[in-house]
């Protein structure tokens, strides 16, 4: 039996944003340099295209297959809190593994 330790993508959005007020800009990898394991850098990913769609990152890549650079956008918003949206009416089906908002098993 092997064991799948469960990593927040929530938190690693609290991580992140707190590493961009910070910095403001940094790339991807200087922002998960200190990740423990693959599964935190895939959770750190999940975050990334989350805090994206909430319009609180920018994301630039200068050339093809190059680093990504991430931008902190939200202006003001330094209060700590970072909501990651999760749209509770679509349920997963039994194809797909369920995740729920704040735990991604990979």
Known sequence: HIHA????????????????????????RQLTADCAATYEIVASFLAVLELYREDRISLEQLTPLGDIYVTWNAAGDDDGDVAI??????????????????????
């Open 5 to 28: 330790p469960f990593v927040s993508v929530r938190e690693q959005a609290r991580r992140l944003a707190v590493k961009l007020r910070e910095l403001r800009r940094a790339s991807f």
């Open 85 to 106: 949206d999760v749209d509770e009416d679509d349920p997963p089906n039994d194809d797909r593994p369920s995740v729920d908002e704040d735990n991604a098993q990979t």
